[in-house]
């Protein structure tokens, strides 16, 4: 067994391969350029939806509270009339360097998760591909599967879930050669 808060440089020198990693792919291949549609008549659609003010959080439409409702003839009216739609909304004070710090908060955890399931299962002075197949399975899973779930119940494009667990593929590759690399 190791100890993973022995497994901190490897932790942190792996969510620092990773946040540069998901910089790079975010800013130079671009490969996510198309995971969101303009909509149309955006200026239009703008303006309406300014007058409500809107606080940020996510919406569904049209809304019910209790499942109950979905059997009631006005709820299925609303649905056959549509649109029908899952809707995000953030304030207009968006803060890039707090969600890249979340990210990194983030890509900390699956670090130290993983030190921590590996630590379980293998031994000090394992080989590298023992270490490099069991981090690799496990931030694979940690930076991806969940990802699935916003194609099953929230209607994102299944290309678009692909495009992210790529990505998560990726970064289970660095975090695996990283802990690979320092594995006492």
């Not at 009631?72 to 969600?99: Q, R």
Request: charged content about 15%.
């Amino acid at each position: 067994m190791v100890p993973a808060l022995s497994l901190w440089l490897p932790i942190v020198l792996s969510a620092v391969f990773v946040f540069i990693a998901s910089s790079l792919v975010h800013m130079l291949l671009k490969y996510h350029g198309s995971d969101f549609k303009k909509l149309p008549s955006e200026d239009e659609m703008m303006a309406d939806l300014q007058k409500y003010d809107i606080e940020p959080g996510e919406y569904y439409m049209p809304h019910i509270s209790d499942m109950k409702d979905r059997e009631t003839p006005e709820y299925k009216a609303k649905m056959e009339k549509g649109p029908v739609g899952f809707m995000t909304f953030t304030s207009s004070d968006y803060e890039m360097g707090k969600s890249l710090g979340l990210w990194f908060a983030y890509c900390l955890l699956v670090g130290f998760c993983t030190a921590y399931l590996a630590g379980l299962a293998l031994e000090p002075g394992s080989a590298f591909m023992a270490v490099f197949r069991f981090v690799g399975t496990a931030s694979f899973v940690a930076y991806s599967l969940a990802l699935i779930q916003n194609s099953i119940w929230y209607k994102r494009a299944w290309k678009t879930t692909a495009k992210y667990m790529l990505d998560g593929f990726i970064y289970g590759v660095i975090t695996a050669a990283t802990f690979g690399w320092l594995w006492p």
